[in-house]
């Protein structure tokens, strides 16, 4: 399946089967409450489990951000989301990239 097959499909099954897609492509999982979420550990504190979830509407926008950056891109859209940056050692030239592309986007 393309990756953009279900982006213009907004309806109730369309979003559930992108979330479904982002799990079994082991970029996402689910949270105890079904909410889609991004494993983030270690990315803004050191030995820290921390994890982020992934609004409905933009499962599209994530799917984007790893698909063109990997990791890195998730990185980029945790980071935008919470109004902060990584560890410093994240901050790769590839991360601003990637935060520079999350910019035209939204």
């Not at 982006?7 to 105890?32: C, N, P, Y």
């Not at 989301?81 to 030239?93: A, G, S, V, Y």
Request: with cysteine.
């Amino acid at each position: 399946m393309k990756t953009d097959d279900l982006s213009d499909d907004l309806s109730e099954v369309g979003i559930l089967k992108k979330r479904i897609r982002l799990v079994a492509d082991d970029i996402a999982f689910f949270g105890f409450d079904s909410t889609l979420v991004l494993n983030c550990g270690d990315t803004f504190a050191y030995a820290c489990a921390d994890a982020e979830e992934v609004p409905d509407d933009q499962i599209d926008l994530v799917r984007r951000m790893h698909d063109k950056f990997g990791y890195v891109g998730l990185t980029a859209w945790i980071a935008a989301r919470r109004k902060c940056e990584p560890l410093i050692q994240l901050r790769t030239e590839a991360y601003r990239e990637a935060r520079a592309f999350l910019e035209q986007q939204i």
